[in-house]
């Protein structure tokens, strides 16, 4: 059975930085594409960064480029967001997600994977 747990989360000032960690068992993050995707108050789930399964190739969003990266430690079997310069508009909760598929078409889709994980809030202060 998979299971994704996120945690890293909190509540941090605007300008502050927190990591996520999605922390995955049955389940090899080295031989699986990883997602994250965020969900706000009142708005639909949106991707925020993604990481191929060779762990070459990373996408993401527009409003974080810059500021927020994905990673994975293949020995930890964990995947990672890194948040920095965090603004008010980040506020939501973060869900990480992983598919053992190799070829997936967008990773910014979230029909692109197959387990996720219960999500953990993000609340940033101005």
């Known amino acids: 059975q998979v299971q994704l747990v996120e945690s890293g989360g909190g509540l941090v000032q605007a300008g502050g930085s927190l990591r996520l960690s999605c922390a995955a068992s049955?389940?090899?993050?080295?031989?699986?594409?990883m997602g994250w995707f965020r969900q706000a108050p009142g708005k639909e789930r949106e991707f925020v960064a993604g990481?191929?399964?060779?762990?070459?190739?990373?996408n993401s969003a527009d409003s974080v480029k810059g500021r927020f990266l994905i990673s994975r430690d293949n020995a930890e079997n964990t995947g990672y967001l890194q948040m920095n310069s965090l603004k008010p508009e980040d506020t939501a909760v973060y869900y990480c997600?992983?598919?053992?598929?190799?070829?997936?078409?967008?990773?910014?889709?979230?029909?692109?994977?197959?387990?996720w994980g219960q999500g953990t809030q993000v609340t940033v202060s101005s």
């Open positions: 997600a992983a598919t053992r598929r190799i070829r997936i078409v967008n990773m910014r889709r979230e029909n692109e994977y197959d387990y």
């Open positions: 049955g389940l090899t993050v080295s031989t699986s594409a």
């Open positions: 990481i191929s399964w060779t762990g070459t190739i990373t």
